[in-house]
C-alpha cells in the first residue's frame, strides 16, 4: 500500500517562515510590479514617438524666430491660429489635399479589392502549380523599386499616361504585400466552411463575396489603413508622374513651398500638421480593426 502523506506536511513547500498566504501575496506583489513596470516602459517609448509629433504642433503655432529657440518653449507665449489661416493664401492647399484625398482613397479600394480576391484564390482554391506561383508572386517584394522604375516610366509614356492620375492608380492598385497579408488571414479560416458553401451551391464569386468579406474585415482595415498612409506619404511617384501644379498631391505641394519659403519655419510645420491630420483621424477611426487584424493574421500557414 501507498503510504498516506502526513495531514500535518504542507500541500506544497513554503519558504521557511512563510505561510502559503504570504507567498501567494508576494507572488501577486511581483506580478503587480512586472506589470506596473511594463506600463511604464511603454509610456516612456510612447511619449518619445509623440515628442516630433509635439514639437510640429507646437512649432506651428508660434512666430519665426521663436521656432528653434533653446532650450526649446513648448508652449508658445502666443498662440498664433493665424499661421493655420494663413497658409491656404499662400499655397492652393485645397488642391493639393484633394488631389491626395482622390487617389489615396482610390488606390486603397482597389488595393483591397484586388488584394483580398487574389488572396482567395491562392488560400482556398485549388489548383495546379498555386504555392509555386503564390511564392514566385511574393517574391517580387524583394526586388527594390529603383530596379523596375525606369521600365515602368517608359511604359507610361508610350501609353500617354504620365501627367494623369491613371499613371498613379494603375502602377499601385496592384500589390503583393496585400495579397500576402490577406491569405495568411484567409488561411485561420477553417476550410469546411467554404467547402459547406460550395456543397450548397454557392459559386466561388457567392463564396468570396458572402463568406470571406464578412469574415475578413479586421484585415481588410489593416490593409486599407496601411494602403491608404502609404499612398498619402508617397512622394517619389507624383514626383515622377505628375508635372503640373493643378495635379500636385500635398506631399509635392509642401516641397514646393518649402522651397520657395526656406526660411518660414511656422508655416512649415503648419502645413506638415495640416497634411498629417487625415492620417490620424483615420487610425484612430480604424485602430480597433486594424489592431485585431494585425495581431491574427499568420496565426495559420
Wanted: charged content about 15%.
Amino acid at each position: 500500500m501507498t503510504a498516506m502523506p502526513d495531514a500535518a506536511s504542507p500541500a506544497s513547500p513554503v519558504a521557511p517562515g512563510k505561510t502559503p498566504a504570504t507567498a501567494v501575496r508576494a507572488r501577486r506583489d511581483r506580478h503587480l510590479i512586472r506589470k506596473a513596470a511594463t506600463y511604464i516602459v511603454m509610456t516612456v517609448a510612447a511619449l518619445l514617438v509623440l515628442v516630433p509629433f509635439a514639437w510640429m504642433i507646437s512649432s506651428s503655432l508660434k512666430r519665426n524666430n521663436e521656432v528653434f529657440t533653446v532650450p526649446i518653449q513648448w508652449i508658445p507665449d502666443e498662440f498664433r491660429w493665424s499661421n493655420f489661416v494663413e497658409i491656404w493664401d499662400r499655397i492652393p492647399m485645397v488642391t493639393y489635399l484633394r488631389n491626395s484625398a482622390f487617389l489615396a482613397i482610390t488606390i486603397t479600394f482597389l488595393q483591397v479589392l484586388t488584394g483580398s480576391f487574389a488572396a482567395y484564390g491562392f488560400s482556398k482554391v485549388r489548383f495546379p502549380g498555386r504555392d509555386a506561383l503564390f511564392v514566385a508572386y511574393i517574391a517580387t517584394i524583394a526586388v527594390p523599386w529603383q530596379a523596375y522604375m525606369v521600365p515602368q516610366y517608359i511604359m507610361m509614356q508610350e501609353a500617354g499616361l504620365t501627367n494623369t492620375f491613371w499613371s498613379i492608380i494603375l502602377l499601385q492598385a496592384f500589390g503583393a504585400f496585400g495579397v500576402f497579408l490577406m491569405r495568411q488571414y484567409y488561411m485561420s479560416i477553417p476550410d469546411e466552411l467554404v467547402e459547406a458553401a460550395r456543397i450548397d451551391g454557392l459559386s466561388e464569386y457567392s463564396i468570396y463575396l458572402r463568406i470571406m468579406l464578412p469574415l475578413s474585415k479586421p484585415a481588410l482595415a489593416s490593409l486599407a489603413l496601411l494602403t491608404f498612409v502609404n499612398t498619402w506619404n508617397d512622394y517619389m511617384g507624383p514626383f515622377i508622374y505628375l508635372t503640373s501644379n493643378e495635379l500636385w498631391t500635398v506631399q509635392l505641394g509642401l516641397r514646393s513651398f518649402i522651397g520657395q519659403y526656406s526660411a518660414d519655419y511656422a508655416m512649415i510645420m503648419t502645413g506638415a500638421v495640416i497634411s498629417v491630420l487625415p492620417i490620424v483621424v483615420i487610425f484612430l477611426l480604424g485602430q480597433r480593426y486594424f489592431i485585431r487584424g494585425i495581431a491574427t493574421t499568420g496565426l495559420k500557414g
